[in-house]
């Protein structure tokens, strides 16, 4: 057993090395991402991290499609990444079409089943007991990941760890998280302090108030934000 473990690892690294030398570039977290999806027959894959606050938030996708699941997330406070940040457990769905799925996620599962998603598997990223965030893997068809596929997707979530830590345990933020990700995330902490003092509210409510707002009116979390911030959009009391 030991040795089949040893073995899936190495089988696991030696593709990231493959990725990597592509492009004449040492093996990153991006790496192992793409390598998560690949292990599990996925379309695309996001990574969500809880990068210096309480609150998990997305800092990489292999692909466009993936983005936008991962700051729908963040937009609407529920999906994968976050069901593994609350529980610390692997989440597998294999059909987002069902009801059991509608009742999990009533407002992402709608937009990931318009995106042409089918199933998702959310593999959770931990040190010890402490889960730090999520690579979901977005597949285009319904079922179970096989065995081996997803025990080698567990391997990339401990490599996720080993490149993302430096010498001194802190999380290498700079080459990890994307930048435009960066710039929303901001933005939309910038509008949430901006909101709590209009309302007089802790900053987990002004969140929830900027969320609703956004769902109600069909916009981007980020978009919201930046209304908020240029003073645009204020919310009042009454509101």
């Not at 597949?139 to 997707?153: I, T, V, Y």
């Not at 710039?183 to 901006?194: D, I, K, L, S």
Request: proline residues 4%; charged residues 25%; hydrophobic residues 45%.
């Amino acid at each position: 057993m030991t040795f089949r473990r040893h073995d899936r690892a190495a089988q696991v690294w030696s593709k990231m090395r493959f990725l990597a030398s592509e492009t004449d570039s040492v093996v990153t977290v991006e790496h192992a991402c793409v390598v998560c999806g690949e292990m599990l027959e996925a379309a695309g894959a996001g990574l969500t991290l809880a990068t210096g606050t309480s609150l998990p938030e997305p800092v990489f996708a292999t692909d466009a499609r993936s983005r936008e699941l991962e700051e729908l997330q963040f937009t609407l406070g529920e999906g994968p990444a976050l069901d593994v940040s609350r529980g610390g457990m692997l989440v597998v769905v294999t059909d987002v079409t069902s009801s059991e799925a509608t009742l999990r996620w009533p407002m992402f599962a709608p937009e990931a089943i318009d995106n042409g998603v089918k199933s998702i598997i959310a593999v959770p990223i931990q040190v010890g007991a402490i889960t730090l965030g999520a690579v979901d893997c977005y597949r285009e068809f319904a079922g179970l990941p096989s065995r081996e596929g997803l025990a080698k997707a567990l391997v990339c979530a401990e490599a996720v760890i080993t490149l993302a830590l430096a010498d001194t345990g802190e999380p290498v933020l700079g080459e990890l998280i994307d930048r435009e990700f960066t710039e929303h995330r901001a933005r939309v902490h910038q509008a949430a302090g901006v909101v709590s003092a209009q309302l007089e509210i802790g900053l987990p409510d002004a969140l929830a108030r900027l969320r609703a707002y956004a769902y109600l009116n069909d916009r981007k979390l980020d978009e919201v934000a930046e209304d908020v911030v240029r003073h645009r959009v204020t919310f009042r009391p009454e509101s």
